[in-house]
């Protein structure tokens, strides 16, 4: 079976597993994917993450992170540029999702980037999704 789409099947998976208090996802892996995983890391969306060896292209096992009574950190995830319809944008118009306190993930010449960082080196590129 072959994925269309891996990103917004990675988001989807991560999704449903918030929504049912899963304490790990796992998911197929890919570059794209591992970056998506590490910008969630670096931003305390996620706890961890590992990449598993299974003879093919391995699955990314994603640890998931709840706030101190159990609440749900991720509130928001949603695929912004699609395989249909991609959807780019310069440093100048990168969204700010909840005034800031949300994230853009983008994919840039120099890796999959948070549009924080993404300003601060001053490059624009590809809206995977939006984090809140």
């Not at 891996?6 to 794209?32: F, G, H, T, W």
């Not at 931003?43 to 159990?70: A, C, S, T």
């Not at 624009?124 to 939006?130: A, D, K, N, P, S």
């Amino acid at each position: 079976m072959s994925l269309s789409d891996p990103i917004a099947d990675m988001l989807s998976r991560i999704r449903n597993a918030v929504r049912n208090e899963a304490k790990q996802v796992d998911c197929r892996n890919s570059k794209i994917c591992a970056g998506i995983a590490d910008v969630l890391k670096q931003e305390g969306y996620i706890r961890d993450f590992h990449v598993i060896d299974d003879g093919r292209q391995g699955i990314l096992r994603i640890e998931l992170k709840y706030g101190p009574n159990g609440e749900a950190i991720l509130h928001r995830l949603d695929r912004e540029s699609r395989p249909g319809r991609r959807v780019y944008r310069k440093v100048e118009d990168l969204p700010r999702p909840l005034g800031g306190l949300g994230i853009v993930i983008v994919s840039t010449s120099r890796g999959v980037l948070s549009d924080r960082k993404a300003r601060t080196e001053h490059v624009g590129g590809e809206l995977l999704c939006v984090v809140e």
